[in-house]
């Protein structure tokens, strides 16, 4: 026999809902830190700054624009802040929270 289920109920359902959303907003965003700082004379790898881009970008971004909070990104070196700015700049024009999303040098150690 089948256990009975219990019956479906949109406030249960909301309330879980929004119970997993504050949790997994409380939990830390930023993951483990990596050292990729290419010499200064040396081309940008396209590869790292897609993976840059999409690990750093995207959240905040999202944050952004459901949160309605202003994110900072960090980044590396001065060309990739120059990239995140003009990709930013691009993004404003179909999303205006993008303008919430700021980009600065992490420090040099």
Known sequence: MQPIA???TFGGA??????RLFQAMRRPVRGPVTDIRPDSAAPIDAIALTVLAVN???PATLRAVSLGV???VAVPDCKTAAIFQAALSEMRKARPTDRLVS???????
């Open 6 to 8: 219990e019956p479906f």
């Open 56 to 58: 750093r970008l995207g």
């Open 70 to 72: 202003p994110v900072t």
């Open 103 to 109: 980009v600065e040098l992490t420090s040099e150690s």
């Open 14 to 19: 909301l309330r879980v809902g929004w119970g």
